[in-house]
């Protein structure tokens, strides 16, 4: 028979606190509504290994933490204390379990976020709020409590509004409230910076990641594995506000959809992925622009005065050298009727081509011959004159 020791994957000497870890992290897997078998199964050997430490008066001690990122294990333990309040008994030794019902009450307000609309999130924590003030004074702090435990945990739907309702409820932009929030305060001053810096990025950037966000917790289609490279960069810079609008196993889905592809499919995408710019901030990326902009206008102005001064060298040397550049004539435009009359009477003359060139006779006889093509062969008469 398996001892409740192995069943939370420990070894039999662990002490109570690493037992409370064991089985806040296995809960994170569990969804009591969907299969409470299996929770009845993780509650038995929770209550069993725990019963077990406290037979054989093992300290507890708490494990340091270097970030503020949640779900820490403070906050993990807290988080399985609260579920087994709301467990049922597992067997006539243990005592009939207290049921909280501001937990009960947060559990309902995770399965109702699940089923609303975003826009409607306000309101609806707004009632739940209005509920819990009619219980104990600690009701609704205690409530809170779990909330943030819920969002960091990512066991509740449409985080994003759920944590901008939340700032709004409970004041989390006043002076010195995340302070008393402890552990739970100093994540959300993380993620409210890195919300900060993300609203700093060009508007029509962000709104496609979103889109892939979106598109992503849907359905991890094909057309979303090249966008990988512009998200694993979106994750590194913004962990925890990532964490609202995206789970940890759709991102783990998506690098396991990348890595499988080939490598020179990869090599690709990475090339495709936006530049660096597009991960600055809209007014650094716009100055940014503004001076490759200005480094390119002189880069062309330079090009143009160093083919200027070329085409003078290259002018001059061939003057120098006796070459001439004969720029074309423009072809002379025809004569009109009455030019064409006005030619015929002058050639009609006995002097037509007294003291005239060769080149100059040979330009009368062209007009000559061109009026005698377009069918100028008499003078206009007065009214068709032009």
Known sequence: MTSPFEALGLPEHADLVAVRRAYATALRRIDPAVDPEAFAQLRDAYEAARRACESEQVTETAAEVDTPAPPSEAVEEKAAEADLETAAPTGEETPPPRVDPTVTLAWRFAADVGARRPETIPHLLG???????TQYIDAPGVFEEYLIDLIGLQRIGHRAAVF????????????GRLASL??????IEVVMAQREAWLSLAEDRRREWLALFERAEAHMDTSLVRHWPEIRKLNERFPGWLSLHVSGETLQAWRTAYEAQPTATRDMYEKLAPTEQAYLPAHLAAAREKANSRRSSRAVAFFLLALFVGIVHLIGNLHSSGYSLALPTSAPLPDTPRQCAELYAALDRPDAFAAKSDDEIGLLKSRANACARRGHWHAPTAAGTP
């Open 164 to 175: 901008a309702a939340a700032e709004q409820q409970f004041h989390w932009h006043e002076v």
């Open 182 to 187: 402890g552990q739970r305060g100093q994540w």
């Open 127 to 133: 009632e739940v709020l209005a509920e819990l003030r």
